[in-house]
């Protein structure tokens, strides 16, 4: 038996806003940010990838306007990382791993919610992509970090259209929707670390220089 999509999404969904938001408050702590700042950058992360997503998609209701307790549990996450920040030998090691976690979590979501609401392919993916990694874009441009993103050869995007693109082709291929997101997360987790811990990467452009 397949797993139940809507629950599915709905747990994804929960899973990503707290890891996000731990990822954000990290940030936060990193700048020396009050609470209010803490819950303030924690929020825009865990919510920020979703929130386009639904958006884009023309959804009734942005899931955590539906869901108000997802704002709740990134500031409970925020005041968290305030009060045992200071416990961690190295944050921003901390941030990558949780980060990499969440990516998981996230672009899984974001193809759910995509089939939920019959996208085509192509959107499915963009979908996945858009939910995974926007929230943590928004957090770096923000707290002054280097996107990770943006990282010289390190699969991040890659690992989170990778992943969208494997969940994407089993549903076409015919297979269960909710067994179709737990393979997205797992080959988009595999990517992600396997970039991190054994350097895992794709070319990347190098100009030749000009003829004289």
Not at 29 to 51: E, K, N
């Amino acid at each position: 038996m397949g797993a139940n999509l809507p629950l599915l999404v709905w747990l994804l969904d929960y899973g990503a806003a707290a890891i996000f938001a731990l990822t954000g408050a990290l940030v936060a702590s990193r700048q020396q940010l009050d609470p209010v700042g803490f819950i303030f950058m924690a929020v825009l992360t865990a919510v920020g990838g979703g929130t386009l997503r639904d958006l884009i998609l023309n959804r009734t209701a942005v899931f955590w306007v539906d869901r108000p307790s997802l704002i709740l549990l990134a500031a409970a996450a925020a005041m968290l990382v305030f009060w045992t920040a200071h416990l961690l030998e190295s944050r921003y090691r901390w941030l990558l791993w949780l980060d990499a976690f969440a990516l998981s979590v996230a672009v899984p979501a974001g193809i759910g919610v995509a089939l939920a609401a019959g996208a085509p392919p192509v959107v499915v993916v963009i979908m996945g992509v858009i939910t995974g990694t926007f929230g943590g874009l928004m957090r770096d441009v923000v707290g002054n970090e280097v996107p990770l993103v943006l990282k010289q050869g390190e699969l991040y995007v890659t690992a989170a259209f990778g992943g969208a693109l494997a969940g994407t082709a089993l549903v076409w291929l015919g297979a269960d929707r909710g067994a179709a997101v737990l393979a997205c997360a797992a080959v988009t987790l595999v990517l992600r670390i396997g970039s991190m811990a054994f350097g895992w990467r794709l070319p990347v452009y190098r100009p030749r220089p000009p003829r004289s």
